[in-house]
């Protein structure tokens, strides 16, 4: 029992940051808003309608990140800003894309960021991406945030596990240090019990774990390799 109690811990610090994406999922919301609402997909400021992000995802290019994100709808949607953080907490603007306009069809957007400058940069190897969604009048909502790991990364750094929300598969992005080598990846429901197993004799920088016959609901994943192991929490979606 001493061995789950890391990942407990884990998920009582995890569940005040997503309980409101998880309650926007069993109420049939959008999975990717930290704000959600009991009768609509949307995020509602002030009366105004900003737009069902159905997903958010980011792709690892060389010294770049391919960012893709897809609307089912929009309504008095402004614009959209690309934010980037090296910490987790101070962010700045990437880019600005403007909407497509009012629409109740589905929108897809593309963007590229190129992560070189940060090779020598702080931050453990590590970048952060979230989406800011501005209606007209100003108000705003937030997708959830995506960690990066970019190439200049050290081998020390632990794995990173994209999208989150996830639907059907998670990414698992892994460091130099623990390719071509035996990895284990293990997924923990909220109560701590094992409920999906993975392994790999020689794994290479992007694995993927299927996780689509789980649940919606709060998971951790863990990677191991030799005496290291790091856990990333995350949400499983409809």
Request: glycine share 10%; hydrophobic share 35%.
């Amino acid at each position: 029992m001493q061995q789950l109690y890391p990942i407990r811990k884990a998920f009582s610090l995890f569940r005040y940051n997503v309980s409101k994406i998880l309650m926007g999922l069993l109420l049939g919301g959008s999975p990717c808003f930290s704000q959600t609402t009991a009768n609509s997909d949307a995020v509602k400021t002030n009366g105004v309608n900003l737009p069902n992000l159905i997903s958010f995802t980011a792709q690892p290019v060389d010294q770049k990140v391919v960012f893709n994100w897809t609307t089912s709808y929009e309504e008095n949607l402004s614009h959209f800003t690309l934010e980037r953080s090296t910490d987790g907490k101070s962010y700045d603007d990437r880019t600005i894309v403007f909407s497509d306009g009012n629409t109740d069809t589905r929108r897809q957007y593309v963007f590229t960021d190129n992560i070189g400058d940060l090779e020598n940069g702080s931050g453990g190897g590590q970048v952060y991406y979230r989406l800011k969604l501005v209606g007209l009048d100003g108000q705003a909502g937030y997708s959830q945030t995506l960690v990066i790991q970019y190439k200049g990364a050290n081998s020390g750094s632990g794995p990173i596990a994209y999208p989150n929300p996830a639907v059907s598969e998670l990414n698992v992005l892994l460091p130099e240090g623990w390719q071509n080598r035996p990895v284990s990846y293990n997924v923990y429901n909220s109560g701590g019990r094992l409920v999906l197993q993975k392994s790999g004799n020689t794994s290479g920088q992007h694995e993927t774990v299927n996780i689509s016959a789980l649940r919606i609901g709060i998971y951790l994943l863990r990677v191991a390799t030799g005496g290291q192991a790091i856990t990333q929490s995350f949400v499983k979606a409809n």
